[in-house]
């Protein structure tokens, strides 16, 4: 069983709910993620994923949602 990666990204731009359902749905449909919780207050989504998917593919994605996003950080699930 593989484990999964969590990217913590921070995310500039969102100013209500349909921000952050517009960026979830979007990190829902990239190939290699099973979990996302965007937070319109702290400004992150947090993104469990599998290894096809990096970091960059994210914030690609988050980019071209028209926010603007940083990669803050790696850590492996303990699973």
């Known amino acids: 069983m593989s484990r999964d990666t969590q990217t913590s990204i921070l995310i500039g731009g969102m100013r209500d709910n349909r921000c952050r359902e517009r960026l979830t749905e979007a990190l829902e449909r990239v ?3 099973h979990h996302v919780e965007v ?17 960059e593919a994210l914030r690609r994605v988050i980019e071209e949602a028209g926010y603007n996003a940083s990669i803050n950080g790696k850590s492996r699930n303990p699973r």
């Open 31 to 33: 190939r290699g993620v």
């Open 39 to 55: 937070s319109l207050y702290r400004g992150r989504a947090i993104v469990s994923h599998d290894a096809s998917c990096t970091g």
